[in-house]
């Protein structure tokens, strides 16, 4: 009987642990915005933590997107791609899209969009 209060005392401590985990975790917003072959933001530099990208279409294509990779990995490879780093629809002219959340640590990143033919930009994790 004592092995059961037991482990429903820690199944209970584990869900809670969850869930306050999930309250606490600030998810930062980032704006980035295409125009006609680029980024408007040519470098980030960001903290570790957890970000949606929100990218914004001003007459840079019928359509754009984002690729973010880990520096030094091949663009050209979907296997590479942070697919979470994908805005979830194309982005029209004049719309604004957001990626999912994802999770960056301390490194070096790239980010480009292959659909408006833009240099890789350099995405710094401190």
């Known amino acids: 009987m004592k092995n059961l209060f037991i482990a429903i005392f820690l199944v209970a401590f584990s869900i809670t642990a969850t869930a306050q985990d999930k309250m606490n975790k600030t998810v930062k917003t980032v704006a980035l915005e295409q125009t006609l072959g680029e980024f408007t933001q040519q470098s980030l530099t960001l903290k570790e933590g ?14 754009v997107g984002l690729v973010l990779i880990e520096a030094g990995k091949d663009g050209n490879n979907a296997k590479n791609h942070i697919a979470d780093a994908y805005v979830t ?34 995405l710094v994790v401190e």
Request: proline content about 6%.
């Open 50 to 63: 957890t970000y949606v990208f929100n990218v914004t279409n001003t007459n840079a294509a019928p359509e």
């Open 89 to 122: 629809q194309m982005v029209k002219h004049g719309e604004t899209q957001s990626s999912k959340e994802v999770t960056l640590t301390k490194g070096t990143y790239k980010y480009f969009c292959p659909f408006n033919k833009t240099p890789q930009y350099t």
